[in-house]
């Protein structure tokens, strides 16, 4: 009996690198909400609830960064340390840090972990997994210790804070910023630091270098060193359109916030009009998955509350740290779409054609992302006594694992956060890779139907 349940397990979750993903991640939240649920991760010495704990945790491996406490004042220096480990760990990739792990103890990878590291990091070939791993581990340091040194400088020599608590709150926001994870030290996030550019920008630098995705990051460090030496130029389509959509999302969100709140006494209307970009520009970041919030969330007007909830939607870049169905699944949407209502028979973008799989993936994710959030929103309204705009906005939220709040959060019951709980670890691991997780094994059909056009429209 023991032989056959050992075959099933290892026929259900490692033989296939995303069920092992899957359960990577669910064993990490298990192990985090153990350790936050001791007296001693409480700053009052008392245990947290399983729930709290169990909530927390998840949002802090699915570098979410909703919260129901307060993570500066409700844990103690061990219980912050040990959010901030399962950010990382969440951020670097469960299975990346495993890979990354056993290269530098054995200086090899075992086939299997090469194809368990290739689908955490989207590498395209096995060949590719010991540069990607190193790379990743290398831009993870290096953007991580520059925004260190800067916030705690500025935390040191701008506010005054002893030496210690200006290197532990600089350490604190720069993993949580690179890792898109939003959770601030403080109750109010980044509302105090809204008119010092020196504190916002850095950060919002730092979410924007690890929503884009790794692949692109390592693309652009391997194209500079590959154009000075060889002179060769160009870049990967995933690159250019990830970097274009990006720009243009950046930008869409900084003109519409700005104008959407620019008289808002609740928002952007206390400020200069130069804090009012800086802030309408940091709030544009944050939406792509940063989570942390310079203005007040829940005074957000309607229509700004509905394009925050387009933008969490989307998300960041595949392979990175951002959540959403992803810029370049959105892209492809488009190109599809233009290219329909042109009347052309493949759908093009930048000079390329894209393959039929990639436009049926890209209306998976994206009709998959549809039907959770919609699924999560009627569930969460049943258990929480708030208007359908809120409630949709915390479940774009969780999904997308951005960690804008409108302050629905802190007052969820348990069924709630057990909702809100499920649809994070959906959103962090993303539905293809759920879906091909449970799948128990793939099935190839060895004919071909008749094929009939119906009616659309």
Same mark, same amino acid.
């Given at each position: ?8 397990w290892?026929?259900?979750?490692t033989?296939?690198p995303?069920?092992?993903t ?17 007296? #001693?991760?409480?700053g009052?010495?008392?245990?947290t609830?399983?729930? &709290?704990?169990?909530?927390?945790a ?26 901030l ?15 990354? !792990? ?5 200086? +090899? ?5 090469? $194809? ?5 990091? +989207? ?21 991580? /210790? ?6 705690? !400088? ?14 532990? %709150? =600089?350490?604190? %926001? ?6 898109n994870? =939003? ?7 980044? @509302? ?8 916002t ?19 652009? $460090? *391997?194209?500079r060193?590959? *154009?000075?030496? @060889? ?9 250019k359109?990830?970097?274009?959509? &990006?720009?243009? /999302? $950046? ?22 009009w130069?804090?009012? #970009?800086?802030?309408?520009?940091? %709030? ?12 007040d ?22 392979a990175?740290?951002?959540?959403g169905? +992803? ?10 779409m ?9 759908? @093009?973008?930048?000079? *390329? ?14 009709l998959? =992302? ?6 999560a ?7 929480? +006594? ?11 939220s ?5 960690? /804008? ?12 956060? #057990? ?9 962090? !691991? ?5 879906v091909?997780?449970?799948?128990? *094994?793939e ?5 071909e /139907? ?8």
């Open positions: 009996m023991a032989g056959r349940l050992a075959r099933v290892q026929a259900l979750f033989t296939h995303a069920r092992t899957v359960m990577a991640f669910a064993t990490v939240i298990l192990g985090g909400t153990i350790l936050l649920t001791l007296p #001693l991760a409480s009052d010495g008392s245990a609830g399983i729930v &709290t704990a169990l909530f927390t998840t949002s802090a491996v699915c570098v979410t960064g909703l919260v129901v406490v307060d993570t500066g004042t409700h844990w103690s220096g061990f219980g912050q340390g040990v959010i480990t399962l950010i990382q760990v969440g951020g670097f990739g469960i299975m990346t840090m495993a890979s990354l !792990l056993a290269l530098l103890v054995s200086g +090899k990878l075992r086939l299997r972990m090469q $194809l368990t590291a290739a689908a955490e990091t +989207k590498s395209l070939g096995l060949g590719d997994v010991r540069r990607v791993l190193l790379g990743v581990a290398g831009t993870t340091a290096a953007v991580e /210790l520059t925004v260190w040194a800067w916030l705690a !400088l500025r935390f040191r020599y701008g506010y005054g804070m002893p030496i210690g608590e200006s290197v532990y %709150h =600089g350490f604190f %926001h720069a993993v949580s910023a690179f890792n994870a =939003g959770f601030a030290l403080q109750a109010d996030s980044l @509302t105090r630091y809204a008119t010092d550019a020196w504190v920008l850095p950060i919002a630098v730092a979410v924007i270098l690890g929503g884009i995705g790794f692949p692109v990051l390592l693309e652009l $460090l *391997r194209h060193t590959r *154009r000075r030496t @060889t002179g060769r130029r160009g870049w990967s389509l995933h690159t359109l990830t970097l274009v959509t &990006t720009a243009a /999302l $950046l930008v869409t969100g900084t003109v519409l916030t700005c104008l959407l709140e620019w008289g808002n006494r609740g928002t952007l209307g206390q400020f200069t130069g804090e009012k #970009l800086l802030n309408g520009f940091v %709030h544009s970041v944050m939406t792509r998955s940063g989570g942390f919030n310079t203005i969330v829940g005074s957000l007007e309607h229509a700004t509350l509905l394009t925050t909830c387009a933008l969490m939607f989307i998300g960041g870049g595949s990175g740290t951002a959540g169905i +992803k810029v370049t699944t959105f892209a492809v949407l488009a190109a599809a233009v290219a329909e209502v042109r009347g052309e028979p493949n759908s @093009t973008i930048m000079g *390329r054609r894209l393959a039929p799989h990639a436009l049926r993936q890209a209306l998976t994710v994206a998959l =992302g549809v039907g959770i959030v919609i699924s929103s009627l569930a969460l309204m049943t258990v929480v +006594k708030a208007p359908f705009e809120v409630v949709l906005f915390e479940a774009v969780a999904f997308g694992v951005n960690g /804008l709040s409108a302050g629905v959060s802190a007052d969820l019951s348990v069924p709630g956060q #057990l909702i809100v709980v499920v649809l994070m670890f959906v959103g962090r !691991l993303g539905p293809v890779t759920l091909s997780a449970l799948a128990l *094994r099935r190839t059909r060895r004919y /139907l008749p094929e009939e056009r119906p009616v659309i429209g």
